[in-house]
């Protein structure tokens, strides 16, 4: 099962800075639980909530499908 928008919006900093080209944080939060968004498109998201968003996803999955994240660039 995918997350939601409301839970990936917790794991944001809230800064409505719209520099991911969307409005507000939570519209931002929607296209990401959409899939038309990644997470990385905020600048201002921090490694912990990134590594977070992996673990909520991958223990989110229904099947066996193999997550690999590949460094954050910090």
């Not at 969307?22 to 929607?30: C, E, G, K, R």
């Not at 498109?41 to 977070?52: D, F, G, R, T, W």
């Amino acid at each position: 099962m995918a997350l939601t928008g409301i839970q990936i919006f917790k794991l944001l900093p809230i800064t409505n800075c719209k520099e991911c080209g969307v409005p507000t944080s939570l519209a931002f939060a929607m296209t990401v639980a959409s899939g038309k968004s990644e997470l990385d498109s905020c600048p201002y998201v921090s490694h912990e909530a990134k590594e977070q968003f992996c673990l909520l996803y991958t223990s989110d999955a229904a099947d066996d499908s193999l997550f690999v994240w590949v460094g954050w660039g910090g």
